[in-house]
């Protein structure tokens, strides 16, 4: 897998990451959520910042199955998805990754037929921090 890569006002959510913890860059002014992070918030202009937590429950808003994959380094893992989340506390919020058929299971275990837009899931993450998706489960 590539890694993230990361700038000084992204850093925190990757520390936050991999302890197992969804937060999001929250304006400590006016209090708007913003993602991806950056410096100023771009409804006050404001800089200062704080990590909020999030639940971690969103809904699939859209994905892919990309065939081929796109970069070279994913050939071996083809098919896989990518899909777009919602945050449920936060549907200005939308995060990119994967769905998995549950912790710890591999990019591209989750069938690509079964996804479906709308669908509720929850963040979990693998041993390195990165953010994947599984089914909430009713």
């Keep these: 897998m590539l890694t993230p ?3 000084p006002d992204g850093a925190p959510f990757w520390r936050y990451a991999a302890r197992g ?4 860059q929250t304006c400590a002014d006016c209090g708007e959520p913003r993602f991806p992070p950056r410096p100023c918030c771009p ?5 200062a910042s ?3 937590p999030a639940s971690g429950r969103g809904r699939i808003w859209s994905y892919v ?4 994959p796109l970069l070279p380094e994913y050939a071996a893992l083809a098919p896989y998805n990518v899909i777009v989340v919602e945050l449920a506390e936060t549907p200005r919020i939308r995060m990119v990754g994967n769905l998995v058929s ?4 591999p990019l591209g275990s989750f069938p690509p037929d079964r996804i479906r837009i709308g669908a ?3 963040v979990v993450f693998d041993g390195d921090g990165l953010p994947s998706w599984v089914l909430e489960r009713p």
């Design 5 to 7: 890569v990361t700038d």
């Design 21 to 24: 913890e969804l937060r999001v």
């Design 120 to 122: 509720r899931v929850q």
């Design 43 to 47: 409804h006050c202009q404001s800089f």
């Design 65 to 68: 199955v990309p065939h081929p």
């Design 50 to 52: 704080e990590w909020r």
């Design 102 to 105: 549950g912790p710890g299971a």
